[in-house]
């Protein structure tokens, strides 16, 4: 694992991708929606304006350097920390990508804007997509994602409507529960008819087992998740509370991997070592300094220790 740009970071343990290599190719928090859950904070640009936010031909010279490195990886992922549908060279991103390699191109994204056919024509070639839908109605769509003005909840399932239509690669669909939220049999079972209506591949389950970006949100037990996955369908996973595995051990520039990161997603000292390769005692060390630099903070919960980029 490396890190030698501002666009491409990993490869790191996921929960559904394996060792992914990843590609960031919006702005921090450029976003259609303000989830309440986001391990990232609040939304500070909150836009539904495409247009090509990160040079294509940079992002694609990054990725280079790092595919010459012998860098292994089960799937370069497009996402990162705003909305990569927003960007308007998506197309032109994955085709550049394949010719590249072939390493197999997901797409992590919120699903807010296939509704519009020049996003869905942009991801055709990607080999994964990876889509939300965190509720069964507006009103409830309204309280967990905080939508662009633009974006509803009716737009948001028929655009997945149309993607699963015109896409022949694999959907998978994620469902974020909050206790209190959308864990009612009401709520439940207006989501089963949302994904019965769009035909994911699968469906993933998870909840709020890292730091978010408001504060009170309940993560859903795990016998109450796997509950629900039963009233959702026989293609229901639940991911969360995922312990990852060893990518490697990182033999250069060690803190400004570990930093980068940070930045992107809140981690315990055994999500660090897991993705470093590191031995616990070394990953406080680089930890330790960069606390005390103020360059990233800790924060407690549910009785996990949590650190993330300041």
Known sequence: ?????????????????????????????????????????????????????????????ELKTFLDTGIQADYITIGGSGEPTLHNGLNRLIAGIKKLTPISVAILTNGTLFYLPEVRADCLDADVILPSLDAGDQKTFEKINRPHDQ?????????????RREYEGQIWLEVFFIEHFNTDSTQVAKLA???????PDKVHLNTAVRPTAEQGIE?????????????????????????????????????QTLLSMLKRRPCTLDDVCSTLGLLPNEAIKYLAGLEKQGAIRSENKSGKIFFTAS
Do not use: W
């Open 1 to 61: 694992m490396t890190d030698r740009g501002k666009h491409i970071y990993g490869p790191v343990p996921s929960r559904r991708l394996g060792r992914s290599l990843g590609v960031d190719i919006i702005p921090f928090k450029t976003c259609t929606l303000d989830c309440i859950y986001c391990q990232l904070g609040k939304t500070t640009s909150k836009t539904v304006q495409r247009k090509e936010y990160v040079p294509v031909d940079d992002i694609l010279s």
């Open 151 to 163: 974006i509803t909840f009716e737009r948001l399932v028929d655009g997945l409507c149309a993607l």
């Open 193 to 199: 008819e949302a994904i019965q209506r769009i035909g």
């Open 219 to 255: 993560k859903v037990l795990p016998e109450k998740l796997e509950t629900i996955a039963h009233r959702l369908g026989p293609n229901c996973t639940v991911i969360a509370d995922f312990v990852p595995s060893r990518c490697g051990k990182v033999t250069d520039n060690i803190t």
